[in-house]
């Protein structure tokens, strides 16, 4: 594949990656943020292939393939349900006003640029130099999961870290062993299934699935 | 050397013992004849001991064995504090100097044993004297160590028996701003110790005033003539501590027959002089309030530790 | 403190010459000596013989110099000397301070009201004279009895 | 094997036999075989205490399982010195206590503890590096906490009290800890050989030394470190207060020494400056504090306080003389310090027994209910007598002979070339006399109110004298008091020996000299000269009461009222109250004063009522502000963690960033 190709294309894929992420933060609505989730486990899954035929490694096309899988369709998938039978329909009134999180957002990027000197070292190429969208994808993941009320965004912001980190590793490494790649998938799954029960019981007891609610639990 | 120390320890307690009631004798009398009375006369203390000697003595049921044994432990302490104190002679025994320490500490037993039959009696009295004495004997102490500690720099010993000796034979040193200071502060620790008046008024007839009287009132008859006698020997010793401080000479430097009897002249001297001078003093003193004594006591004190300070300069300047 | 010199050199000695002695009251205080302590228990008097013992005490009639002192406690007292007559709440405290005084002592009763109930006789608080409450040994009659009267009668125990 | 290791051996095999007969035997036997084994145990360090005083060498290791370096024990003579000390109390302590447990007392637990407790004291003296040391220290620590925790079940305030002590007594092993560390580091070993090679005018032995002297003085009861002290020793059961207060409390003395006598000799001036405020302090607050206390326990407390007091004045005087190579009157100043422990320990153990037994009788602390019990109590009162006659320092005991000393050491002191001697020495002198003064006005207070005049309170009206082994216990005590007093030149002999300076000897057949100073003491003599002046009193005395026998009478003259009730005799706390008035500003008492008038008059009272609460004023001005501080830091911290998921959320998420960026740095 022609470096300049695989420069443009990975570079689209960060772009797309980095857009589903600002997009996340600014919607409010539950079901349209899952679909921009799914895109974006599509994205990171191109990504994933492309970097796979520069390098010229079968396996990573599995792993591409896993990935689409996983995170594109099977993820979203299980979120809608959990969601219960209301549908994601609600609308989340995060804990910071939209304005307050875009602006956070840009701040957080150029924090990543200039976190990220040191990991690009270690990368070479086109790929390192995107390594600051995968910081930037952690760190917008983890503001979501820290602003958000709802259950099902916070389980979002959770998968966008679990995206971010991966496509850290992708960018620098070629991607993580197999190994440790099923493993993190694994515990991804865990959880939400464990956060499929939790979401269960705490519509059960409040009514809705505002994590708000569990404060009330301490002393 | 302990011959001499011991005979003079005789002459001391004999004269002492029959000095003591005439000097707080002659005291009244001063104190009557300037107040316009005729005066019981000097004998007048030596008649109420021999009537004290064949009264009844009443022991009440609360008490106990001290109120009979506390009369009979400050009057061998009075008998020991003129033992140790340079009166006539300042020949102190070889094994037991008449260490500083030593001597206020024999004065403390008997302060104590009073204290303890003021309780013993078991009144409201009894209890306040007894609780007052403490609280000024407890003041007093720091006043005398500190005082007798400065006449004693210039000296380097705290035996009281070299410090005579040594303001014998200098006797600048006698009228050093040292020993004034030393002196002045003494004079007001043996009159709040002895219960003299601007601390406590020995013929008092209100109970709730009373230091010393408050705490024999429960004795009577032979306990009572001990206790009088007692207080008597403490108030005779440390006037003539102050005596023999104040005016060293006389005070015999060796057991000689003549040296002895001009020490007993001029103790008996100075003991009459300082008596009246105090009685006279009295007479325009008023009783302090006792909140207003650790006032006093503290001046005391003060002036005391000036006189520390200050002979470190003289030292140094002489 | 200078006026005080003053005045003390200006009075001078303000005490009378002391009268012939009276002879002695017989019985066991003889061997008294000359030193007497004397308690004065108030049973119930109208401060008249107060003022009276309080000037035989004092300066003029000066009964210190005949061996006489006011003592605060019974325990020292030789002499019980009762004023006023004896009320209903004094006799109990009376009886118990002339038992309180050790032996050898006397009783004496200064003034009518002691000696027999005086003015007061009949009164509704009053239990009786002196010699109902306690055995009196010497008796000084008077409303008020003069000083020098209560001085002879002292000197009559003390013997000076 | 040399002698001295024997002993040690004794003594640990000792210690186990005593902790396994108070859990294998049957409650019946146990407190008396339990009992005779830690008398035994006392016995044994006392005998190894001696050997090693009289220069018996002895070296022993014992190897722990743990991977610290093993336990080595080779007592030195100033140790020897306080392994007598310790034995001998605790020797005393277990008869006494034979016949005194009762109730929890008497458990197996808290016998166990108590043999632990004696062992403790032995090590720590014995002790040969700064790890055995710190053993041996928690062990004594960690046996005595579990001591005072005894009777928690019956009152309340004992938990607080074994709280303070706790925390005190771990707070103290801390600052020895570092304090050794910055030690052994300078020195380069953890031996006391090694340390003593450091050289004192560096930064780290001043910081050592600090460190050290403010932790063994938390131990010994310092102001302001004395805190725990008045708490513990009312809550703990006498016997074992007796032992805490005469042989535990010593080990912080013990341990000051060991720091300025052979860690880091030749101190410097300031040295001697901190040891004598701390001194000074102490001894006048805790004597005040004592003064005014009801509490019998709490006053012993206090007063054990006030003597540490003293022991750091004279340490403090001993290294600030040296420093000013005043070297005759500094000799006599450190040798009065090991005066002053001995005889502490003999009439604090007599006094804190007596108290024992009264507790044990009355059932009752506070001196405003007792009075009386001399009639009832005669062994009790006789030994509590002699023992109050020592600490007030009366002739012819052993407090009177180490506070001659002290004073003789400040008085010849001075030296007016230096200008701060010249100022501190007679300010040592005025703090020594008001001490003795009101050390004097306590336990008048102390032996007056409790047995003398009439009972105050029911309980005291039926008290009776303890069993036999109490009695013995006091007896002895006592006679050691008088008998170290009338004899103190069996004391010198030890001192010099201990201290390893000159300055005391023996004086005459037994008395105590002070070459340095030129003085010296026989109080042999000074009793020959009493009983030869109060023979001629006896004699009148006793043909006049031949001639006229007292006549008994009912009733004391109260100012002639009928009903002369106990309740108007003066009780501790009116006794002390001239003192508390003029020591206001010391003590801040807080009083109030409530006044009900009858219906709508301002005249006419119904009711007074006055009360009077004499707090410790350290603890109210120190202590009380640091623990409300803490709480506020607690509650502030809880603050943090109040249950909301996005908070602990932001909270990784700052945390996050802050890596990043620290990394990057």
Known sequence: MAPVLFA????????????????????????????????????????????????????LLAVALLVLVLKGIALPVLLVRVSGPAGPGQVETPTINTTASLISLALLTTLAYLVSQPLKAAGSGPAAAAVPIGISLVLFGFMVLASRRHAISQLVGFLMLDNGIAT???????GLPLVVELGAALDILLVVLVLQVLTGRIRAEFGDIDLDDLSELRD | MNAGAATLAAVQVVVMVVVSPLLVGLMRQVRARLEGRVGAGVLQPWRDLRKLAIKETLRAAGTGRVSAVGPLVLVVSGLLVCVLIPLVGAVPFVSLPDDLFVVVSVLLVGTVALALVGLDAGTAFGGMGSSRHMTIAALVEPTVLVAVYALSIPVGSSALSRIVVARIDDPASVASPVSLLALVALVIAVVAETGRLPVDNPSTHLELTMI???????????DLGWLELGSWLRLGALLGLLGSLLVPWGVAQDASVAAVLIGVVTLVLKLAALGSVLAAAEVFVAKLRLFRVPELLAGSFVLAFLAVTASYLVVQAG | MRGLLRLMRAAGRVAEPAPPRPEGLEGANVALGGSVGVRHVDAGSCNGCEIEVAATFGPVYDAERYGAKLVASARHADVVLITGVVTRNMSEPLRRTVEATPNPRVVLAVGDCACSCGVFAGGIGVAGAAHDAVDVDLAVPGCPPEPDVIVEALRRVTRR | MTQVEVGLWAQLVLALATVSIAVLARPALRARLAGSAAAALGVAGAVTGVIALTGGQGRLVIPLALPVDPVVLSPTPLGGFFMVVAGAVGAVAAVYAIGYVHGPSASSTSWAAFATFLLGMQLVPGAADAVSFLLAWELMAAASTVLVLTEHRERIEVRSAALWYAVMTHLSFLLILIGFAVLSAAGHGTSFAAMSHVDPESAGASIAFVLLVLGFATKAGIVPMHVWLPRAHPAAPSHVSAVMSAAMVKMGVYGVLLVVLQLLPAGRPWWGLVLLA???VSALYGILQAS??????????????????????????????RAYAVVGPAEVAAGTTLLLVASHAAFKTTLFLGA????????????DRLGGLGKRMPTTAAAFGIGALGAAALPITCGFVAEWALLQSLIHGARPEDRLVAVVMPLAVAVVALTA??????????????FLARPRGPEAGVAHEGPASMRVALVVSAVVVVGLGLLPGVMARAVVRAVGLGGIDVFGVSGLGLPGVGAALDPVALTGLTLLVAVSVLVVTWRMARRRPPRPVELAWGGGGVRVSPRMQYTATSYAEPLSRVFDDALRPERDLEITHAGES????????????????????????????????????????????HRYLGYSFVALIAVLIVVSL
Not at chain 1, 26 to 42: K, P, S, Y
Not at chain 4, 356 to 367: E, F, N
Not at chain 4, 437 to 450: D, H, R
């Open chain 1, 8 to 59: 443009e294309l990975v570079a689209f894929c960060a772009g797309v990656l980095l857009l589903t992420g600002v997009l996340i933060v600014w919607r409010r609505d539950l079901r349209a943020i899952v679909r921009l989730l799914a895109v974006q486990g599509v994205a990171l899954a191109f990504l994933v292939a492309v970097i796979g035929v520069e390098a010229r490694l079968p396996e």
């Open chain 1, 168 to 174: 850290v590793a992708f960018l620098i490494a070629g």
């Open chain 2, 212 to 222: 010393h009287e408050a705490m024999v009132i429960e004795s009577s008859g032979r």
């Open chain 4, 278 to 280: 701390l001194g000074t």
């Open chain 4, 292 to 321: 005014v206390a009801t509490d019998l326990k709490r006053l012993l407390a206090y007063s054990t306080t006030e003597n540490v007091g003293l022991m750091f004045l004279a340490i403090g005087t001993g290294v600030l003389l």
């Open chain 4, 356 to 367: 024992g037994s009264v507790l044990h009788a009355t059932g009752v602390r506070d001196l």
């Open chain 4, 437 to 450: 003064g009101l050390a004097l006005m306590t336990f008048v207070k102390a032996y007056g109110i409790a």
């Open chain 4, 602 to 645: 301002r005249y006419l009272v119904e009711r007074v009522q006055f009360r009077q609460q004499l707090e410790d004023v350290v603890e109210v001005r120190a202590y009380a502000p640091g623990v409300r501080l803490v709480d506020r830091i607690g509650l502030a911290a809880r603050r943090l963690q109040n249950g909301s998921i």
